[in-house]
């Protein structure tokens, strides 16, 4: 049972409400009822064959998008649950906030957002608000979920404020900026706390996780772990105690004991910082000067470090290079297609290209579509529209 919501914790009873005016359910909370829709939302199957760093197909057991916002779900309930914030609110924002990715992660994304530089650009944490507020067609009266004023905010603000020091309206992504309800989530403040816990639970997800499939993968060793911050402490105490400890054993212990420590430094710092502003209301937290769910500035630093580890070892290892150069031929080679030929799209999607206004129009309906594919489904299609049914190259 959750323990009682602090002061500056979301009240669902207190919710600003949806677009859409609804009845709500007598047996959920409002934000359960959001975490319950983005379950059952189409997008968020898909997930299950969306890249996160390795191809889906490339083996069975490292992570997709689905399987990394578990892992960001449930840190994010623990640092809920640690900080008496809403569990649920937290757990929804953690599952929706990588909807919008295309497929082959972050390659995939700079496929199309290259793709759509001329006619306003693409990006995924945009897109997911896409997809929430338009693009899942589910219910009879309105398009997207119609979730809560507070999940949108986090969503969009999974980075931080849209807007403030830095950061104009011309900078939005295209997928904030065209939100008709855009002006009305408060872009120039902070998330509210859950918004900045989900955050940072997926910052501890993504560091942990690498890790594990960087070491399955064998582009590096636990011995290239053990100068490291964070994690090399933590591999050289269990060889200590556990001499001769397999492997497989060994990594999981490392990147459990990872996970438990950054969630116990995130929690440790965030109760320093709200003692310190004592933000006596949800709305206090979006108005004040820094996060208050946040690591400390020693573990900020540690983290960069293991950051740069993994881009040169991981990210930046020849074999996933070359999946990523594979990845983006894929997806451009698939937007030049159907820009070209939209009628080469599905029926319902060649309609919405046909009454999208002039080529900027059309190209957004094809990032849409496209935006939405599975890794595997990307591929099919490809060789399909592009290779006569040839693998790619």
Not at 158 to 165: E, M, Q
Request: with cysteine; glycine share 8%; net charge neutral.
């Amino acid at each position: 049972m959750q323990r009682p919501r602090a002061p500056y914790a979301c009240d669902p009873s207190a919710t600003r409400g949806r677009r859409h005016p609804e009845a709500e359910c007598a047996a959920r909370t409002v934000y359960q009822r959001d975490r319950d829709r983005i379950v059952h939302a189409t997008a968020f199957r898909r997930l299950k064959h969306k890249t996160q760093v390795f191809v889906a197909p490339e083996g069975d057991h490292y992570r997709t998008r689905l399987t990394h916002s578990l892992e960001v779900a449930q840190v994010a309930r623990s640092l809920a649950r640690t900080l008496r914030l809403d569990e649920d609110l937290c757990e929804a924002l953690a599952l929706a906030h990588d909807l919008g990715h295309p497929p082959f992660g972050h390659a995939g994304e700079r496929a199309l957002a290259a793709a759509m530089r001329p006619y306003g650009g693409f990006d995924h944490n945009g897109q997911t608000l896409r997809v929430l507020t338009a693009l899942e067609a589910r219910y009879a009266e309105f398009d997207g979920l119609n979730l809560t004023w507070e999940t949108l905010e986090g969503v969009v603000k999974h980075n931080g404020p849209p807007l403030g020091p830095g950061r104009r309206a011309a900078d939005l992504p295209w997928a904030v900026a065209a939100y008709e309800g855009a002006p009305e989530l408060d872009l120039a403040r902070r998330g509210s706390a859950e918004a900045q816990a989900a955050a940072l639970a997926d910052d501890i997800a993504y560091h942990a996780h690498d890790i594990d499939d960087g070491l399955r993968a064998g582009l590096f060793v636990p011995d290239d772990l053990v100068d490291l911050p964070l994690v090399g402490p933590i591999v050289g105490a269990l060889r200590r105690r556990y001499p001769g400890l397999e492997t497989t054993r060994l990594v999981h212990e490392t990147v459990r004991r990872l996970i438990a420590g950054l969630i116990g430094g995130a929690a440790a710092e965030s109760r320093r910082r709200l003692d310190v502003h004592a933000p006596a209301s949800a709305d206090a937290v979006r108005g004040l000067d820094e996060a208050v769910i946040a690591f400390g500035p020693e573990t900020c630093a540690a983290n960069a470090d293991l950051k740069s580890f993994l881009h040169r070892r991981m990210y930046g290892h020849p074999e996933v290079r070359s999946m990523v150069e594979k990845a983006q031929e894929v997806v451009g080679d698939l937007f030049a297609a159907l820009l070209a030929g939209p009628d080469r799209l599905p029926a319902d999607w060649r309609r919405r290209a046909e009454a999208a206004p002039g080529e900027a129009g059309r190209a957004r309906v094809v990032a849409d579509y496209i935006a939405g594919m599975t890794d595997r489904f990307a591929a099919g299609e490809r060789r399909r529209l592009c290779d006569g049914g040839r693998e790619p190259r």
